[in-house]
């Protein structure tokens, strides 16, 4: 593993897309990490905010053997780490998002293919206590945090992301059977109602879980329809 920590940067994904080049040529397996961002980004160019407490990194990885699937085979493995390292559970929400207990947003994940070998990844995640701030408008569920009782210090902020990069790598799921019943036992919002946004069209129904390319299924007057590359909002 090649792993770079900064104090502050401006974003750890574009650092390593821009620089991927120079990178890949120390090693395959490249992590980025930092304990601050000025211009974190999440899925769609969204913005994610850098509060203390918090743990910041981008990294590559193979593509999931079902490309698409990928993004939520990393929350299925941080929801497993957290859980192991800390005794603390996060719940995920279709398709990148990663919710407290409460279904507020702590955490993200955004997944940039490069290549049949190469995924860049981002993950986000409110880890520790966030300080009194007013909730900024673009987090349709709230803002939250997985523990009101860890405050990291900047070296946490440096030795966590490599730890989870590692668990991730060694612990890969392959079996998209398995995927599903992860992904299902992890889902916060499964069988409830949800509102997908797919190109401009709402759609309500109840969400279902997840088909075999990672794509929502979502049950719409008795009839399951799949969404893939949508939003989803739990209603």
Same mark, same amino acid.
């Given at each position: 593993?090649?792993?770079?920590?900064?104090?502050?940067?401006?974003?750890?994904?574009?650092?390593?897309?821009?620089?991927?080049?120079?990178?890949?040529?120390?090693?395959?397996?490249?992590?980025?990490?930092?304990?601050?961002?000025?211009?974190?980004?999440?899925?769609?160019?969204?913005?994610?905010?850098?509060?203390?407490?918090?743990?910041?990194?981008?990294?590559?990885?193979?593509?999931?053997?079902?490309?698409?699937?990928?993004?939520?085979?990393?929350?299925?493995?941080?929801?497993?780490?957290?859980?192991?390292?800390?005794?603390?559970?996060?719940?995920?929400?279709?398709?990148?998002?990663?919710?407290?207990?409460?279904?507020?947003?702590?955490?993200? &994940?955004?997944?940039?293919?490069? !290549?049949?070998?190469?995924?860049?990844? #981002?993950? %986000?995640? /409110?880890?520790?206590? @966030?300080? =009194?701030?007013?909730?900024?408008?673009?987090?349709?569920?709230?803002?939250?945090?997985?523990?009101?009782?860890?405050?990291?210090?900047?070296?946490?902020?440096?030795?966590?992301?490599?730890?989870?990069?590692?668990?991730?790598?060694?612990?890969?799921?392959?079996?998209?059977?398995?995927?599903?019943?992860?992904?299902?036992?992890?889902?916060?919002?499964?069988?409830?109602?949800?509102? &997908?946004?797919?190109?401009?069209? !709402?759609?309500?129904?109840?969400?279902? #879980?997840? %088909?075999? /390319?990672?794509?929502? @299924?979502? =049950?719409?007057?008795?009839?399951?329809?799949?969404?893939?590359?949508?939003?989803?909002?739990?209603?």
């Amino acid at each position: 593993m090649y792993h770079t920590h900064f104090n502050t940067i401006h974003s750890t994904q574009i650092y390593l897309r821009d620089n991927f080049v120079e990178l890949k040529s120390h090693d395959n397996e490249i992590l980025i990490s930092t304990s601050e961002q000025t211009l974190g980004i999440g899925r769609k160019g969204s913005q994610w905010d850098s509060y203390a407490n918090s743990i910041a990194m981008s990294f590559t990885m193979k593509p999931n053997p079902v490309p698409t699937i990928t993004p939520i085979e990393i929350g299925v493995l941080t929801s497993a780490f957290l859980k192991k390292e800390y005794g603390v559970s996060i719940s995920l929400k279709w398709p990148n998002d990663m919710l407290t207990s409460e279904g507020k947003k702590c955490g993200g &994940i955004i997944a940039q293919y490069v !290549d049949a070998e190469t995924v860049i990844a #981002g993950l %986000g995640l /409110n880890l520790g206590s @966030l300080p =009194e701030t007013t909730v900024p408008g673009h987090y349709k569920h709230g803002l939250g945090n997985v523990s009101d009782f860890l405050k990291l210090t900047p070296e946490d902020q440096k030795n966590i992301p490599a730890k989870l990069y590692s668990f991730i790598l060694k612990n890969r799921i392959d079996d998209i059977n398995e995927m599903q019943t992860q992904f299902y036992k992890a889902c916060y919002h499964i069988g409830k109602q949800v509102m &997908i946004d797919d190109d401009g069209f !709402d759609y309500q129904g109840k969400f279902m #879980g997840i %088909g075999k /390319n990672g794509e929502a @299924l979502v =049950e719409i007057d008795g009839v399951t329809r799949s969404f893939l590359s949508s939003s989803l909002k739990i209603l």
